[in-house]
């Protein structure tokens, strides 16, 4: 084999790695885009599922009727108040709408009942 051949067959080999090694980068490349559009859907899956049970872990608290909430908020204040749950005379009417609904006392007995505070 003379000099000319030689160095034509070492260039050709050297085109074709060449070739190959580009070939590998665009193969490389879109693997790593595929990896990338696979990250992205589990990550924004990761985030709706962790949404998802942070909302129903948070909702432990009942909701009730007006009249059931009047109730549990009524014989609180008795409780709390020293009067008897069947006296509805106007003094103890009237403490109650004045001192009792609304403040943070009610509040705390209804959470303590188990029921969402309004």
Request: charged letters at 25%; aromatic letters at 8%.
């Amino acid at each position: 084999m003379n000099v000319t051949a030689a160095i034509k067959k070492t260039a050709s080999k050297e085109r074709y790695s060449s070739l190959s090694m580009k070939a590998s980068r665009g193969t490389n490349k879109i693997n790593n885009q595929k990896t990338h559009k696979t990250m992205k859907k589990y990550t924004i899956l990761l985030i709706l599922l962790t949404s998802a049970l942070i909302s129903c872990n948070t909702s432990k608290l009942a909701q009730v009727s007006d009249e059931e909430r009047g109730e549990i908020s009524w014989n609180a204040f008795c409780d709390a108040r020293g009067y008897d749950r069947n006296d509805n005379t106007f003094t103890a009417t009237n403490e109650y709408l004045d001192t009792w609904c609304g403040t943070t006392e009610e509040e705390n007995a209804f959470i303590k009942a188990g029921i969402k505070p309004e």
